[in-house]
């Protein structure tokens, strides 16, 4: 049977939009069937496979828009069948460094979800071409 990874994407601005569908390519050369999500609905994504969540934060450490609706039905889910990945895109010079990608994550293990690597929290003042460095992580957890 083949592995699904579904790519769910929080942007405001569109660069983690880009960095979510170089993921998405990664997985794809990997053999995975693969689908991405830019307006994230629970009820349109099978709940079991692997999910990789790619998100930036913004206002004062919150989730973009797009994402707050999925990212609040994960509430009510059990995800014991997802696997995940968790990349943030962020700006380090917010004390709020990431606290997007970090909400993510803790809702994702609250709802019973494995995590498969720690997560990649990408600073945007370092990476200005972050899907670099983020093909590169993905490409290397994918061999292990
Ligand atoms: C108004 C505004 C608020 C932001 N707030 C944060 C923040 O609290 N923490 C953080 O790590 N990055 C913050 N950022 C940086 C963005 O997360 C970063 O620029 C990211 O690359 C944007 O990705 P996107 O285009 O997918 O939205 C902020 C950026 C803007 C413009």
Same mark, same amino acid.
């Given at each position: 049977m083949t592995n699904t990874l579904s790519v769910i994407v929080g942007s405001v601005l569109g660069a983690s939009e880009y960095v979510g569908e170089a993921l998405e390519q990664v997985g794809k050369n990997a053999g995975f069937d693969t689908q991405i999500q830019f307006e994230p609905n629970i009820d349109t994504l099978p709940l079991k496979g692997t999910w990789l969540i790619c998100t930036s934060t913004h206002g004062a450490g919150d989730l973009p828009e797009n994402i707050q609706p999925f990212a609040e039905a994960l509430?009510?889910?059990? %995800? #014991?069948g997802i696997k995940a990945y968790v990349v943030g895109l962020g700006d #380090? #010079?917010?004390? @709020?460094?990431c606290h997007g990608a970090i909400a993510m994550e803790r809702k994702l293990l609250k709802a019973g979800? @494995?995590? %498969?690597?720690?997560p990649l929290h990408i600073d945007v003042l370092n990476h200005p071409i972050p899907e670099d460095i983020a093909v590169d992580w993905f490409n290397k957890q994918l061999q292990n």
């Open positions: 509430e009510n889910c059990d %995800l #014991s #380090s #010079s917010y004390d @709020t460094f979800a @494995t995590i %498969l690597a720690e």
